[in-house]
């Protein structure tokens, strides 16, 4: 027997909104606001001026590829899927095409959305939409100026190993690794 799902009116009363700070990635807010509770407070939100879209990419042979990079905020380096950001007004089928082309030099006959994510959803509004790419055609990538990439081609079950050793602990990747493993994928 399935367990249906209801959605719920919102609890919370907001008096105000203030932005507290914006720029061309994030918009950061803070509203005053009556709790659940019944209490006053004030609720901090991240707002990302761009939609997280992921891509997996996938060939003939069962191969898809990670990209390695520093990421700042983590001080550390991170193996992803290949992953952008959408900036309003692109589809982000679009947006899916062009990080292809930019971070890995590949090309794609399909796309298959297969699943959305609400990223750090206590905090932020940050979004991602994951694509499945396939029927691929290698090129040169033409990274941005700002991105150091190392691209690597692997089995998908390989890269499933790396997730379950922990040695790929991007959400999206992490996430859409797991999805591809459970639909049956490899």
Not at 66 to 88: D, F, M, N, T
Not at 106 to 122: H, V
Not at 149 to 167: R, S
């Amino acid at each position: 027997m399935a367990i249906e799902l209801t959605d719920e009116a919102n609890p919370w009363l907001v008096h105000s909104s203030k932005e507290i700070y914006s720029n061309a990635w994030i918009r950061v807010r803070e509203d005053q606001v009556t709790t659940p509770a019944n209490t006053q407070g004030i609720y901090s939100v991240v707002e990302f001026q761009n939609l997280a879209v992921g891509i997996v990419p996938i060939d003939e042979h069962g191969n898809t590829w990670l990209v390695g990079q520093w990421r700042y905020p983590l001080e550390a380096y991170s193996w992803e899927i290949i992953e952008g950001g959408c900036p309003k007004g692109e589809q982000p089928a679009d947006c899916a095409l062009r990080e292809l082309k930019e971070e890995a030099g590949l090309s794609a006959e399909k796309l298959l959305p297969f699943m959305e994510l609400s990223l750090s959803n206590s905090s932020t509004d940050d979004k991602a939409i994951v694509y499945l790419a396939t029927g691929i055609t290698e090129g040169q990538a033409e990274p941005e100026e700002t991105e150091q990439l190392q691209l690597v081609k692997m089995p998908l079950a390989e890269v499933y190993e790396l997730v379950m050793a922990g040695k790929i602990h991007d959400a999206i990747s992490v996430a859409a690794i797991l999805k591809l493993k459970a639909l049956g994928y490899f």
